[in-house]
């Protein structure tokens, strides 16, 4: 499928990206609420889901729920490509819910130019670590991935390598955040490391 070639080489050197700054939306963009899950797709008409790879998925008020079966697990959302930059969107908003002080890497896919798009991506990663164990939000700026996104083609997120497997996890309400958004400083916050040569999937 599509969304599972990522992660070969691991995670290296996170590098800071900066003018997104354009103020092009007027209101934040919902991505998926999960009222289309049985359809296959989010509220973008596009494809969501997880291929299979966890031990159990389901959507639910909002949300989805799922169990990881393993490191290899995952969650994807995709939609055509989307000039954030030019449409003025700083980051992305959603809710999660997983154990208490766990993290899971937080996958962008971009593509060389939204004018241009033939279906092939680059991926660019960051963690979020430091869960309360409650479900609560999480705003991830566009700023700070590795491996030189270009935020404005972005084509998918992917939530994978949780922390924690075969317990009950979370997602929902994920949304395309209108304006900047700063940096998260508070616990279950975004956090930039430098996973330099480390196969995170194991394989």
Known sequence: MFFERWFAAGLAGMLAASGVHAQACTSNLLIDNFTKWTSGVNNLESPNGDDGSMEFIAAGTGQVVFTPKDTTSYFYESFECQPAVTNGYGGLQFTVEGPAGASFALELQTTSSCSANDG?????????????????????????????????????????????SNVQWSIGNITWICGNVAQPTSPGSTSMIPLIGVNCLGI
């Open 120 to 164: 092939t991506y680059k991926s660019h990663y960051t963690i979020i670590e430091n869960l309360t164990g409650s479900r609560q939000t999480i705003n991830v700026p566009l700023d700070g991935f590795d491996n030189e996104p270009n935020y404005d083609a972005v084509v998918g997120w992917v939530w994978a390598v949780f922390s924690q």
